[in-house]
């Protein structure tokens, strides 16, 4: 009988449970049900329908009694920083917000006149991002404060969701730390900083690593399934489980979890809280077994979504990529960390704007929009390079791509062109797999991070993409 591990992979754009089982020494995965995810606009606010996701999970579990697989255990991973607050009976106070919303608009202001913000990077290591958690808190704290009064518990979204499956609350430690309230040096909620901030303390529960159990399922939901399983917390932030899958067993290198978002860095034991570091806008987020990802949030692949979905999704992207190809003389670049790409209400015409506005030449076709947008991500990729190297004072020989984006070919090479390094690409289910290894190291399957990570190397196609001569040098 094969033993099963269910990962519940939840993006910002998509949502997928997939199944994992060891077969002669190899990662086997089987991707059993998919659903769509996406904010909802309702009266000008950005929200995530956290009813219809929790059904969209248990829909998946039911997925495997269908197949005939059941997972052994299962978790739960999504993206970072959003939340929800419980009353004292456990239902959620208030909307549950997205981070695109902007209601954090100068929470920045209203954070820093009770803490200046280089103290506040030196005591939590994390990057200044307007959606941070702790901005979306000081913006309920401004505007419904009585929701703060009646919070009884504080929750990320995967935590709820096993909540709602177990009836156990616990707060994973990875995505804890994206909330900027954590502190890297004992790795546990800084509860002065809380204080300082003005939030109630005792909301928050303390930080679970990966591979601590949450409980078997609630008896309702046994029988709306049809089986019993052990939830497990994984490196619930995605971008930690994904890491968890870079597949060179020691962690070094450079990666890009690429997806909506990239995240590039590195693997670092002690987080680098320099004021070189916060200038530079990287961040120490927590990863497996105390491990840091010190790394740079940079846009992503949302540009290129965002204009395919504007387009009607009338193009694949492997033809935007054909497009951007033959377009790929045309000159002008955007910043694509610029705050006017996060959630504008065209893609197409904030790209234009831009250029406009740093008297560029205006993209006008699809190809030379696309192409706009691989180019200025690349060369972000090649200035990050040369910040992550600085700060760690070391070379990076390589960078491992993972995630969906590393099945973007062009811009791979794009990539290996512009930070000339060699580039390694896949696995693609990196955030799923990194999910099974947590479960799979806590049952006794790997001895540790170091052998699941060699496993991955072994089970999964990894394409190479060599720096090639640009016609100017």
């Known amino acids: 009988m094969q033993t099963y591990y269910l990962a519940v992979d939840i993006g910002a754009s998509s949502g997928r449970h997939i199944l994992g089982h060891i077969e002669n020494g190899r990662m086997i995965l089987e991707e059993i049900y998919r659903f769509e995810n996406g904010m909802t606009n309702q009266d000008g606010k950005r929200l995530w329908d956290i009813q219809r996701l929790f059904s969209e999970i248990v829909a998946g579990m039911k997925k495997c009694k269908e197949i005939g697989k059941i997972p052994a255990s299962m978790s739960i991973d999504t993206w970072a920083v959003d939340y929800v607050l419980l009353d004292e009976k456990d239902q959620v106070l208030g909307d549950t917000y997205g981070y695109r919303d902007s209601r954090t608009t100068g929470m920045d202001a209203e954070v820093y006149k009770r803490i200046q913000e280089p103290e506040l990077y030196h005591k939590t290591g994390i990057q200044k991002q307007i959606f941070n958690t702790i901005y979306q808190l000081m913006a309920v704290k401004q505007n419904t404060p009585e929701l703060l009064e009646k919070a009884k518990t504080f929750l990320m979204l995967p935590d709820y969701f096993q909540f709602l499956l177990t009836g156990n609350k616990m707060s994973e430690y990875t995505n804890g730390t994206s909330t900027q309230l954590v502190s890297p040096f004992y790795n546990q909620w800084d509860e002065s900083l809380i204080k300082n901030l003005g939030y109630p303390s005792e909301i928050f529960l303390p930080l679970s690593v990966p591979g601590t159990i949450v409980g078997n399922l609630k008896e309702d939901i046994q029988n709306e399934i049809g089986y019993d399983l052990t939830v497990v917390l994984c490196a619930s932030h995605d971008t930690a489980s994904a890491v968890m899958a870079m597949p060179k067993a020691e962690g070094e290198g450079l990666y890009i979890s690429s997806g909506t978002w990239s995240l590039m860095g590195t693997e670092v034991v002690d987080a680098i809280c320099t004021e070189d570091s916060r200038r530079a806008n990287f961040t120490n987020e927590g990863g497996y077994d105390y491990r840091f990802r010190y790394l740079k949030n940079i846009m992503g692949l949302w540009m290129i979504q965002s204009v395919r979905h504007e387009l009607n999704d009338s193009y694949s992207f492997a033809e935007l990529c054909e497009m951007a190809e033959t377009c790929k003389s045309f000159p002008s670049r955007v910043d694509v960390n610029h705050e006017v790409f996060l959630a504008p209400d065209s893609m197409i015409q904030a790209i234009k704007d831009y250029c406009a506005d740093t008297d560029q030449k205006v993209p006008e076709s699809v190809g030379e929009i696309a192409a706009v947008i691989y180019q200025s991500l690349a060369e972000c990729y090649g200035r990050t390079v040369h910040e ?46 990194g999910n099974i290894m947590a479960q799979m190291i806590r049952d006794g399957k790997f001895k540790n991070l170091f052998e699941a990570r060699k496993c991955v190397r072994e089970s999964f196609d990894v394409k190479i993409y060599e720096p090639q001569l640009q016609e100017d040098e």
Do not use: D, M, R
């Open 388 to 433: 992550i190297e600085a700060n760690t004072h070391k070379e990076y020989g390589e960078i491992y791509i993972i995630g969906g984006g590393s099945n973007a070919a062009y811009l791979n090479q794009l990539t290996a062109n512009a930070t000339k390094k060699t580039v390694y690409a896949g696995p693609g289910e990196a955030t799923a797999i």
